[in-house]
């Protein structure tokens, strides 16, 4: 257990240091209380939802390990949900995907659903006072089984998802005018090929021309935004993805879109750190799929490495705070699931503070005369200084555990909650 005492001598012992590089300590932990993460659901039953508990994960994508207690209904995954949050700092989103509907048992297809849908999760949401963002699903289902979706060259198929996705900004919209924030709606889509086609210009037009149609509702963006997600490759799409990188850069900045940057969605030497500032020249707003590819589009746990250090400082060096909406994206299922939202949340929310508690100025003036020396020097240095502190202070101000105290209620809810299920 860490006293409050102790977190209150070291947190004035690091509000010292960095008050020697001008850094308001306090006002930085201001800050950090205006940071909402989108906490993705789909961490709590390895992207299975509700609609088919029997169905299989398509589309490319892949949640290896069999850890036992994952939720089995929306009840049990608001549950453990709960819990996560209940560890982290600050208040923050999630994210649901359409399959995590409650239809009372019905069969409501994904060309059907309705905000009725998911009212549980808005009141939950209320609640909770958090915010609700939203995705279509278009994998995991019959009519994606050949691996197309909205690029389909059969026109049915193509339309059944065009509903879909046309219903899911209703939801995004119903979202927004509940909870009063506006629900970011991510379309992500699988289409694509295991080898080389010999035609990757038509499967981008009927792409272009189904988002035209799923867009062409106008929805005030003060309750819904738009977002599309690229890939590179997916298990099956090996060759060619339809809905690649700069398809989306073109058609996100053609329609005023959000383009959504996943970090496993890129050549593994290529980082969604360094696209930001070069995307935020041209478009207003960026979302990201904060995830951690381990040779390929892995989904593991957000670790505190650097690229999550980087990513983080490319948000908040500029003051792109309000810019940038910071969402979630790994699946495992090899470790409590629980654990999973916790690391993976609470390591996002430590990249950012360590970021804001960066003498960017002073580091910007030494970057512009020309003294790289300085510039090396003292960024190595900072690396050791004390965040941890500010950190633990942050934590408890929040009421949440300090240091690893959450580990043990984690492992209290495991055994209390998660062994009783069955999996
Ligand atoms: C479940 C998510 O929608 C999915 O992970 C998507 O965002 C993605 O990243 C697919 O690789
Ligand atoms: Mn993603």
């Known amino acids: 257990m860490y006293s409050d005492k102790k977190i209150n001598q070291a947190f004035q012992w690091a509000k010292e240091l960095y008050g020697r590089w001008g850094i308001d300590v306090e006002k930085v932990v201001q800050a950090m209380e205006g940071v909402a993460i989108s906490m993705h659901c789909w961490q709590g039953d390895d992207v299975g939802g509700f609609e088919d508990p029997e169905g299989d994960l398509t589309g490319g994508i892949q949640a290896t390990g069999n850890y036992p207690g994952k939720a089995r209904s929306a009840d049990e995954l608001r549950q453990d949900l709960g819990q996560a949050f209940s560890l982290i700092p600050g208040k923050h989103r999630l994210n649901l995907h359409a399959i995590y509907l409650e239809t009372g048992g019905k069969k409501v297809d994904r060309d059907e659903i309705t905000p009725q849908h998911f009212s549980k999760w808005v009141d939950w949401a209320k609640e909770k006072g958090i915010g609700l963002d939203f995705n279509p699903t278009l994998f995991s289902h019959p009519k994606a089984d050949d691996g197309f979706t909205l690029s389909h060259p059969d026109q049915g198929i193509r339309d059944f998802w065009i509903e879909h996705c046309k219903r899911s900004r209703k939801i995004g919209e119903y979202f927004g005018k509940e909870l009063g924030t ?221 240091g690893e105290d959450w580990f043990t209620e984690v492992r209290n809810y495991e055994k209390e909650v998660l062994s009783n299920r069955n999996s």
Request: glycine letters at 4%; aromatic letters at 10%; proline letters at 4%.
């Open 182 to 402: 506006a629900a970011v709606t991510n379309i992500w889509l699988p289409d694509g090929y295991k080898d080389i086609p010999v035609d990757k210009f038509s499967p981008r037009e009927r792409l272009k021309d189904s988002l035209d149609q799923i867009l062409s509702e106008n929805i005030d963006k003060e309750y819904n935004l738009d977002a599309v997600e690229s890939k590179l490759f997916g298990i099956g799409s090996e060759s060619y993805v339809v809905g690649s990188h700069e398809f989306y850069l073109g058609y996100s900045l053609k329609n005023d879109l959000l383009l959504c940057l996943d970090a496993g969605h890129f050549h593994p030497t290529e980082y969604i750190s360094n696209k930001i500032s070069a995307c935020l020249l041209y478009l207003d707003e960026l979302l990201l799929h904060v995830s951690r590819p381990v040779r390929w589009d892995s989904d593991h746990v957000v670790i505190l490495d650097d690229e999550l250090q980087a990513i983080a400082q490319q948000i908040v060096r500029p003051g792109f705070l309000d810019r940038v909406h910071i969402g979630l994206d790994f699946f495992d299922a090899s470790i409590n699931r629980i654990a999973a939202w916790v690391i993976g949340t609470r390591n996002m929310l430590k990249a950012l503070l360590i970021a804001m508690l960066e003498p960017t100025a002073t580091l910007k003036e030494y970057e512009l005369n020309g003294d790289l020396t300085a510039r090396l020097a003292i960024l190595e240095e900072l690396k050791a200084y004390p965040w941890q502190a500010v950190w633990n202070y942050y934590c408890a101000e929040n009421n949440v555990p300090v």
